[in-house]
């Protein structure tokens, strides 16, 4: 929903208007935001979810 916001301390997803796509980021030990390489970019938060959720390098999940 517009306006709606989820935080989860483990993974962020940004829209990018200008590529109409949403980038997907994972949270280091390091404490900062690096981006999720076997998923960069997802079309819809649907997608993002998927992503999150599926981790096949375990950097959400462990």
Request: hydrophobic share 35%; aromatic share 18%.
């Amino acid at each position: 929903m517009d306006g709606e916001r989820h935080e989860r301390p483990f993974a962020k997803a940004t829209w990018v208007r200008t590529q109409k796509v949403w980038k997907i980021y994972w949270q280091r030990a390091d404490l900062k935001w690096h981006s999720y390489e076997p998923v960069a970019t997802v079309q819809s938060i649907h997608g993002f979810c998927t992503a999150v959720e599926d981790d096949p390098y375990g950097c959400f999940w462990g």
